[in-house]
């Protein structure tokens, strides 16, 4: 195997390729001309929201592919690739039991936007790092959409005060994962962005052995596991760090961008 054959690279966003302010380096930029000059596809693949993330990599969203939402969404040019729904009767249940644990602040994901129900301000403040479509709606099980996700924010700890829950209630019919120290997602049993990138590797025709991809959370551990070249940043999760074949540097050190440059551009 060799670099050389390297087709598609996938990156996380928050605590992989954004540094520790949220902030993406503006040397991506130039790093992105560069592999489109050399073939290769770059994905931002994140939990968050499509219309955040176009806004971040706005100068070329038009080449970019997104895999959005954690591999619920997959978009590129502005249309859809991919998606992985959930049925509005599943969707209302997700949200009632999410409702029932205190301090959890819930957003309801679809794909014309996000909708949340609180007026909190600290959640306001979370939620537009990651949903730059976002409504209030008096209900959540009134909203009519195409639903891809049930994202739950918990500002004293996702994994230990809300994972138990979901997990228990919805660990055998959904995909319940913790993407974040405050945040954790429901979405269909089949959704990952390891799930996402398998159809892309199927669909554009590049292999296992032609992709690399970048991860610190366990929301990031499918992708990973479909990547030949899987690196862990070095500030990631220690599942993360376990199962992936590589290390980076951390994102306050521009861990994505020193690999790629030194090791894929060199």
């Not at 993330?53 to 970019?64: A, S």
């Amino acid at each position: 195997m060799s670099l050389s054959d390297l087709k598609f690279i996938a990156a996380d966003m928050d605590g992989t390729l954004l540094d520790e302010n949220s902030q993406l380096n503006p040397a991506f930029f130039p790093m992105f001309e560069q592999l489109q000059a050399r073939g290769i596809l770059f994905a931002a693949a994140s939990g968050r929201q499509y219309y955040s993330l176009i806004k971040t990599f706005e100068p070329v969203k038009e080449r970019m592919l997104f895999i959005a939402e954690n591999g619920t969404l997959v978009m590129h040019k502005g249309e859809e690739l991919y998606s992985c729904t959930i049925a509005k009767e599943q969707i209302d249940a997700i949200v009632t039991a999410a409702r029932s644990i205190e301090g959890a602040h819930i957003v309801l994901c679809g794909k014309k936007s996000a909708y949340i129900e609180t007026q909190d301000a600290q959640a306001l403040e979370e939620f537009a790092k990651y949903y730059h479509r976002c409504a209030y709606v008096t209900d959540l099980l009134a909203v009519e959409d195409d639903f891809i996700k049930v994202a739950i924010c918990h500002f004293g700890g996702a994994e230990d005060l809300v994972n138990p829950r979901m997990k228990a209630l919805f660990g055998e019919t959904h995909q319940v994962v913790v993407s974040a120290k405050i945040w954790l997602d429901v979405m269909n049993a089949q959704a990952s962005k390891g799930a996402a990138i398998k159809h892309l590797q199927q669909t554009l025709g590049f292999s296992f052995e032609q992709t690399m991809s970048f991860g610190d959370y366990l929301n990031d551990t499918e992708m990973l596991n479909e990547s030949f070249y899987s690196y862990a940043m070095e500030n990631a999760h220690e599942h993360i760090k376990q199962i992936a074949r590589f290390r980076a540097p951390s994102n306050r050190e521009a861990g994505v961008f020193q690999v790629i440059t030194q090791q894929v551009l060199a």
